[in-house]
C-alpha cells in the first residue's frame, strides 16, 4: 500500500451509534483515513461532527449530493475513494444509486435497501459498475466464525443436520427505548420489517456464512410484544435447506435482560459447534468419540488463514470493533489492488449478501402472512 | 411416617438403565423399601437381578400378572403399596391397568402410554381408581426448576413473551447406538414417534410446569437423519400460547457431541431467565434494569419452599439422582399421608401430566404430516 | 456380595448435617444397611433420630461404649460389621480406639483426631489390628479428580511444576455464623486450628492424591479475621514438594460470598488441568499445542477405569453425594472381600491419609508461629 | 480538543509485539497521530517500519538522540507532543530522561526502569520537569476493573479481607519459546527478574489500583523450571497489607496452556469479587445474603463514570485494545489540557506506579533470597 486509502461518510451525526463505530474500526489499522463527510441533514450538526473529527471546514458537505459532485472534482491524489453509508436504510438506496454512479466504491450499512426491489435494482447497479460493494453484516468477521466456517467446508462436522440462530436483546423490551430505537421501529423508515430486519438479517446472514448452505423453504412466525408497535419486534422461523438439513432461527428485540446475544449452533454427521457472540474469541467443538475442545483465536488448533483477522495474540481479548475493523481492513485491502490494477480475493460481505438479506426478509414476511406451512425461498 | 413404603418394580432387569435409577433414587432419602419385582420377561434374568438386590426369592416373580395377584393376597403389613413400571412404554398400560385394578398406587416412566387413545383410557381409570399415578417426568424436580416456577407464578418475569426449550443428545447420531438405544426407535416398541417421545415430551413437559401456560396451536417440522429409521431422530416445533406467548422447542437425538442437553429461557416483560439441565443447580435471571443474577440451589434469593426438594448445602452440587429422588420422595409422603388417611398436596407429575404429553406427541405428529400452517392443540 | 454389609453410626443426631451425609451416601447404593447407632449423648435424641430411621428400638443405644459391648456380642449374622464415626473430632479417638477393640472396622470423618499425637497412636492401633479404616476425605473420590489422578500417573502433564489448591467459604464470614459452626471454631473442640483443620486438610489430600508429590517445606500464614475468635479462620501456605515442584494453598472460611469452592489446579512442563468442586463433572486440561479440552464424567476421553467411579450417563449431573457414596461403595466391597477372605485392591483415604493430614496440619501451625521462611515437613 | 495530539515512538520496529499495540491503541479514538519515530536501532528497519506507517521519511530518525534534537526544534505547530517508549525495559531510563530534558511528555512500556536506583532517578526527575509520564499498566484501564476499584472504595465489599492475584502463561514452556521471549528471560535485557518484571509487576500494580492497599511486608518464592535460565519463570508471594488484609500473587510463564490469565479476586468482610482478564467485560460479585451478581460493562448497575471508558453498548465485546486505547486516550486529554492551560483530573498509571513496581521487584527479589518469612515494604 503506497497510501492511504480514504473515506467519505454519509450519516453518522452526532449522537449516532453505528457511525462512530465505522470511524474507529476504519481507523483501527491505520490504512485508511477519513477525508469528507456529509454527516447529518442538517448542516450545523454535520459541520459540529466534522469539527470533532479535526476535518478541514471544506471537506463537511451539506448533502451527499453536493459531497459526491465536489469530490468527484477533486484530482484523484485528493479526492475520496469510497463512501461510507451509515444512514437509516430506507435512504441507502439513493446514497448507493448516486455513489456509484460517481465512481465511488460504497460500504453500506445492514440492511442493505428499504425493500427487495430496491436491492435488485442496486445489486444490477453494483454488477454493471464493477465497483466495489461492502454490506457490513460484521458478525460474519469474527475470526472463531471463520475458523468455524472452515471446518464446516473442510467437511468436520460431517453432513449438516441442524443449525440454530438466535439474536435475543432487551433494548426494545419497553415501549420507550430511546432515539436509536425510534426508527428501527417505524414503517416508514425500518420498512416492513424492524424486529427481522434489524437482527434477523444478522442470523440469516451468519448462517448462510457459516454453513454455505441454501435455504429452500422457510416457516415464520412474528411477534409485536409491545403495544403501540406496528411492526414485528419478535419472530421465529423454521428453516429447510436444500440438501436436508434443517434450521431455526430466533430474534428478538424484546427480549428483557440480553445485550447482544447472538449465537450459532450447527450440528453434523461427526460433530457439532457452537459460537457465542458476546465470547467470541472461543469456538467450542463437540463430537461423540474425543473430548469437547475449547478453541480460541490465536492458540493452537486454529486455521493459520486466520491471522491475517487477528491483531494480538491469544488470551488478549479482542472484540466487535476488532471484527467490525476486518471488514474495513479487506475493503482497504481491495480498493488499494484496484488502484494498483491488481485482484485480491477479499473476504468481506458484498451486495450478493446484501440482495440475499433482502429475500429473505421478503420470504418471512411472506410465510408470515400464509396460512400454508412452507413457502418456497427461491424466486 | 411410622414405616417405609414398600415399593414393587415391573422392568429394571440386568442392563437397563432407567431402572437402576428408579431404585437409586427410591433408596437414597431411606422412606421407601424395595420389596418385590417382575424385573424381566425373562424368569432367570429376573430372579439374577433380584439377587443382585438382595431380595427374598419369593419376591421375586415371573410376571406381573403373578405379582399383582399374589401382593394382593398379601397382609396389609406385607404387600407393596405401590409399583414402580419402568419397561419400554409399549407395556406401560396393560401394567399400569392391572396395578390399578388390583389397588396399587402407580410410578410409571415417561411416556405415559404408546398412544392417546390409551392415554385418555388409563387417565379415566386413575380418576374413578383415586389412586396415586405418578409420571416421572424427572426434569420438573431439580429445585431450581421450580424456582423458576415459582419466579413465573409470582410475576418476577411480568407478562410472559417467548419460551425456548432446547434438547440436544448426540447418543443416536450414528446409525448403531446399543441396546438401549433400538427399542425407541422401533415403532413397534416407542409408538409413532421416537425423539418426541423420549426427549421432546420433556421440553414440553418442563414448559408447562414452569410457565403454566397452555397451548392454542403448534406448527411441527420432524425429520429422520440417521438413514434406515422410520421414526423421528430431530425435531422442530413453533408454538403458540394462550394468552400471546409464542415458543420454540428444538428436540434432538442425533445432535452430535451433546451428552444430555436440555435447556430452558422464558423471557417476559419485566426479565428473562436460563436454566440448564447440566449445570442444574445454578438459574440465571437477568432484567434490563439490574445486573444479571446467577440463582443458585441454597444460597441466598431462592423460596424458602424448597428446602424441602435439596439434601445438602449450597456449594454441595446436587444432579441428576436428587432431583428423581425428589419425585419418590413426594409421592412416598402422599402414600404416607393416604395411609394416615391425611391429605398432602404433593407436587409430583400425575396422570394429567401424562395425558397431556400424550396429547402433546399427537399435535405433534399430525402438524408434521399438515399442510396448514397451525394445528389447534385442544381436543 | 452375599448379603448388605451392616454399618452402626456414632454422632449424627437430629440436626447434624455430615451425619446426614453418610447415611444417604451409605445408603445409595443398596448395599449398606444402618443397623443400630449412638446418635447423641443425649439419649432421647438419639432414640429420636433412630425413630425417623425405622430402626428397631433395641439397636439405639446411650452411648458407643454400650454400643460396642452389645453389638459384639450378637451372633456374626445380626451384629454391625463397621462404624461410621461422624461426631466432632475431639471424640474420634476415643471412640474409634474402641471400635477397633471391638474389631469392628471402622469410617471416620475428618479431620482423623485433635492432634498429630492421637493420629500416630491411632495408625499404630490400625496397622495392628488388621482392621479396615478409612477417614473420609470425601473430594478425592469425584470422578474428574480420579481421572485428573490418572492422567498425572500417566505422564499426561509432564513433569509437574505447580499446584494452586484453593478453598474458600462464606459461611464463617459473620460473627454468628450457626450452630453447625460453633465446634467448629472452638479450641476445646476442633483442636489447634479451624479452617485449616476443616478444610485446608482437604486442599492438601487433594493435592497429595492427585499428584503423589511429598512435601518437602512449607511457609504459612494464618490469619483470624473475625474479631473474638482465637482460631484462624483463612490461611494461606506456600509448599515446595520434593522433586522441585512448588504449590500454594488459599482456605478461608471466611471468604464472604463463596459457598464450598475447593479448585485445584495442577502444572507441567507439557500440559495444566483444572478441576472445581462446584463444577465436578469437568475437568479442563490446556496445552500449548492443542486447542483446550473439557473432559466429562462419562464421555469420550476418560479412563474406562472411572465407570465403578460414575452411576448415570454423561449429561446426567452427578454430584456432592454421588462421590461421597464412591467411599462407602469401595468401604462396603473391601468388608465384603474379608467377610469372603479375598482380597480388593481399594481406592479410599486410609489412616495414612489421615495420619499424614495431622501432621500437615502440625507443620501449618509451626510454620505460621516461625521466624524463618521454611519449615521442614517430615517427622 | 482543537487538533490531534502528536506522537513519537521509539523502538516498535518490524515484528515487535507491543509497538504496534500502542500505535493502534493510540489510534483507535482518532485524537493522537503518529508524527515520527526512531523504530528500530537498525536505521534500515526503522525506515521500513516509517514507510509501512505512511510516515514522511524526514520524520523517520536513525536514533531517538537525533529525534528528541531534530523535533525540539521544529515550531510547536508541527513537533511531536510525546513520545512513546517501547523498547526493552533496559533501554527505558536513558530514553525516558532524554525526552524529559527535551521537554516531551512520555508514555513508557513496564516494567518502567532496568532497577529500582533507576526508577528512583526518574521519578525525581519527572517531579523536577513537571511533565506528563505515563507507564502502561494496561490491565488497571478495563472498566470492570475500574468498576472493582469503586465499589471497593464505596465500601461495598466491606472491610477488605483476602485479595489473590494470578497470572498464568503458558508462552515460556518451552526452552525455546521464540523472538520475543530472549530478551525477557535475558538478565542483561531484562534486569535481576524475567517473570516477576514481566507479569508479576502487572499483578501487583493491578491489586494496587483496585484495594488501595499499601503492602507492609511480602514473603516469595521464585522459581526457574526451564533449564538453562538464569532468571525466575515462576513465582509465589505472599502478602500481608497494612490494616491486617491478607495476599496471595501467583505469576508464571512456564504454565503450560494458559493464553493470558490474569485474575483478580478480592475479599472484604461483606462481599467478594473476581475478575478475569481474558473475559473482561465481566465483574463477579458475591455475598452471602444476595444471589450472586455478574456485572457487565455497559449494563444496569456499573457506575455511570465508567461511561469514557467504554465505546460500544453492552453486549459488544470491548477486549484488550480498548482497554488500552483508554490509557492514551486520558493521556491525550491530560496532554491537550496542557496545551489549553487547563487542568485534568487523568486516569492513567504514573511515574508513581513505576516507582512503587521497580520496588515491588526489589522487595521480592530480596525475600526470595532471605531466610526470614516477612520481608518490610516500605523504603
Same mark, same amino acid.
Given at each position: 500500500m503506497k497510501r492511504k486509502i480514504r473515506m467519505g461518510m454519509v450519516g453518522g451525526g452526532p449522537g449516532a451509534f453505528i457511525g462512530g463505530v465505522h470511524r474507529m474500526t476504519a481507523r483501527l489499522d491505520g490504512k485508511i483515513e477519513l477525508v469528507c463527510g456529509a454527516f447529518s441533514s442538517d448542516p450545523a450538526k454535520s459541520k459540529s461532527m466534522a469539527e470533532e473529527l479535526f476535518?478541514?471546514?471544506? %471537506?463537511?458537505?451539506?448533502?451527499y449530493d453536493i459531497m459526491f459532485e465536489a469530490e468527484s472534482r477533486l484530482p484523484p491524489g485528493d479526492r475520496m475513494d469510497f463512501v461510507s453509508i451509515v444512514t437509516p436504510n430506507v435512504r441507502h438506496f439513493d446514497i448507493a444509486m448516486k455513489a456509484l454512479d460517481h465512481g465511488f466504491h460504497v460500504v453500506c450499512d445492514k440492511p442493505m435497501t428499504f425493500d427487495f426491489s430496491q436491492a435488485q435494482c442496486l445489486h444490477k447497479k453494483v454488477m454493471e459498475s464493477g465497483l466495489l460493494f461492502c454490506v457490513t453484516y460484521n458478525y460474519t468477521a469474527y475470526p472463531m466464525v471463520k475458523q468455524a466456517k472452515a471446518m464446516v467446508a473442510g467437511g468436520v462436522l460431517g453432513e449438516l443436520r441442524k443449525i440454530i440462530a438466535e439474536y435475543s436483546l432487551g433494548w426494545l423490551a419497553a415501549p420507550n427505548a430511546g432515539k436509536q430505537a425510534t426508527w428501527r421501529v417505524d414503517p416508514l423508515q425500518a420498512g416492513s420489517t424492524a424486529c427481522m430486519g434489524d437482527i434477523g438479517t444478522h442470523s440469516e446472514n451468519l448462517i448462510r456464512y457459516v454453513t454455505g448452505l441454501e435455504i429452500e423453504a422457510l416457516c415464520s412466525d412474528l411477534s !409485536?410484544?409491545?403495544?403501540? %408497535? !406496528?411492526?414485528?419486534d419478535d419472530g421465529s422461523v423454521m428453516l429447510r435447506f436444500k440438501g436436508g438439513a434443517k434450521g431455526l432461527i430466533h430474534a428478538s428485540e424484546v427480549y428483557t435482560g440480553e445485550e447482544n446475544r447472538l449465537s450459532l449452533k450447527v450440528c453434523g454427521s461427526k460433530g457439532s459447534i457452537v459460537w457465542n457472540q458476546e465470547t467470541p474469541d472461543e469456538l467450542t467443538v463437540k463430537t461423540n468419540d474425543a473430548p469437547m475442545q475449547v478453541l480460541r483465536r490465536g492458540w493452537a488448533g486454529t486455521f493459520p488463514e486466520l491471522g491475517k483477522f487477528t491483531r494480538i495474540p491469544a488470551g488478549h481479548p479482542e472484540g466487535f470493533l476488532e471484527a467490525f475493523a476486518n471488514i474495513y481492513n479487506e475493503f482497504a485491502t481491495a480498493v488499494d489492488a484496484r488502484l494498483r490494477n491488481a485482484t485480491y480475493q477479499a473476504d468481506f460481505p458484498t451486495v450478493d449478501d446484501g440482495l440475499h438479506g433482502m429475500l429473505f426478509l421478503k420470504r418471512v414476511i411472506e410465510s408470515n402472512q400464509s396460512a400454508s406451512k412452507w413457502t418456497p425461498f427461491a424466486l
Amino acid at each position: 500500500m503506497k497510501r492511504k486509502i480514504r473515506m467519505g461518510m454519509v450519516g453518522g451525526g452526532p449522537g449516532a451509534f453505528i457511525g462512530g463505530v465505522h470511524r474507529m474500526t476504519a481507523r483501527l489499522d491505520g490504512k485508511i483515513e477519513l477525508v469528507c463527510g456529509a454527516f447529518s441533514s442538517d448542516p450545523a450538526k454535520s459541520k459540529s461532527m466534522a469539527e470533532e473529527l479535526f476535518l478541514p471546514a471544506k %471537506r463537511c458537505y451539506d448533502s451527499y449530493d453536493i459531497m459526491f459532485e465536489a469530490e468527484s472534482r477533486l484530482p484523484p491524489g485528493d479526492r475520496m475513494d469510497f463512501v461510507s453509508i451509515v444512514t437509516p436504510n430506507v435512504r441507502h438506496f439513493d446514497i448507493a444509486m448516486k455513489a456509484l454512479d460517481h465512481g465511488f466504491h460504497v460500504v453500506c450499512d445492514k440492511p442493505m435497501t428499504f425493500d427487495f426491489s430496491q436491492a435488485q435494482c442496486l445489486h444490477k447497479k453494483v454488477m454493471e459498475s464493477g465497483l466495489l460493494f461492502c454490506v457490513t453484516y460484521n458478525y460474519t468477521a469474527y475470526p472463531m466464525v471463520k475458523q468455524a466456517k472452515a471446518m464446516v467446508a473442510g467437511g468436520v462436522l460431517g453432513e449438516l443436520r441442524k443449525i440454530i440462530a438466535e439474536y435475543s436483546l432487551g433494548w426494545l423490551a419497553a415501549p420507550n427505548a430511546g432515539k436509536q430505537a425510534t426508527w428501527r421501529v417505524d414503517p416508514l423508515q425500518a420498512g416492513s420489517t424492524a424486529c427481522m430486519g434489524d437482527i434477523g438479517t444478522h442470523s440469516e446472514n451468519l448462517i448462510r456464512y457459516v454453513t454455505g448452505l441454501e435455504i429452500e423453504a422457510l416457516c415464520s412466525d412474528l411477534s !409485536t410484544f409491545v403495544k403501540g %408497535r !406496528t411492526l414485528d419486534d419478535d419472530g421465529s422461523v423454521m428453516l429447510r435447506f436444500k440438501g436436508g438439513a434443517k434450521g431455526l432461527i430466533h430474534a428478538s428485540e424484546v427480549y428483557t435482560g440480553e445485550e447482544n446475544r447472538l449465537s450459532l449452533k450447527v450440528c453434523g454427521s461427526k460433530g457439532s459447534i457452537v459460537w457465542n457472540q458476546e465470547t467470541p474469541d472461543e469456538l467450542t467443538v463437540k463430537t461423540n468419540d474425543a473430548p469437547m475442545q475449547v478453541l480460541r483465536r490465536g492458540w493452537a488448533g486454529t486455521f493459520p488463514e486466520l491471522g491475517k483477522f487477528t491483531r494480538i495474540p491469544a488470551g488478549h481479548p479482542e472484540g466487535f470493533l476488532e471484527a467490525f475493523a476486518n471488514i474495513y481492513n479487506e475493503f482497504a485491502t481491495a480498493v488499494d489492488a484496484r488502484l494498483r490494477n491488481a485482484t485480491y480475493q477479499a473476504d468481506f460481505p458484498t451486495v450478493d449478501d446484501g440482495l440475499h438479506g433482502m429475500l429473505f426478509l421478503k420470504r418471512v414476511i411472506e410465510s408470515n402472512q400464509s396460512a400454508s406451512k412452507w413457502t418456497p425461498f427461491a424466486l
